[in-house]
C-alpha cells in the first residue's frame, strides 16, 4: 500500500530540514532586501525603517516612483501586477538617473543586486527625472 504521508522518522525528517533551508535562504533575501530599500528610502527622503514593514515597503516604492501610495492596490490584481512591477521598477531607476535597461534586467530579473546598487551608488534621487 502506497501513501503520500511520510512513513518513517527518516522522511519526516528530511522534509523538515528542506523547509528550514527555505525559510533561511528567504530570511537571507528579506534582510538583503530590507538593507537595500532602507538605503533607498533615505536617498528618496523617505525613513529608511519602513523598509522593514512588507506592505508598507512596498507603498513607498511605488511613492519613489513617482505615484499614489493608493496605486500599489494594482498588485493585487493578476496579470496588472506583472506589468506594474515593470513601469515602477523603470521609473526608480530613471528616478535615480539609470536608464530602461538597468531598470529592467536590475530591478525587475534580479532585483536584489539591483536595488542594493541603487541604495549604495552615488546616485542622486531627483523627482524631475520622473
Known sequence: ML???PNNIFDQTSIFALSGTNSLIA???YVLMVIA???VFTKAGYPGWLAIIPIVNAIYVVKVAGYSGWMTLLYLIPIVNIIFHIIVSIRLGRAFGHGWFF????????????????????????????
Not at 531598470?103 to 539591483?114: A, D, E, P, Q, T
Open 3 to 5: 501513501t503520500s504521508s
Open 27 to 29: 530570511v537571507a533575501v
Open 37 to 39: 530599500l532602507w538605503r
Open 103 to 130: 531598470s529592467f534586467v536590475l530591478l525587475v530579473v534580479f532585483w536584489i543586486i539591483g536595488y542594493l546598487i541603487v541604495g549604495f551608488s552615488d546616485d542622486k534621487y531627483r523627482v524631475e527625472r520622473i
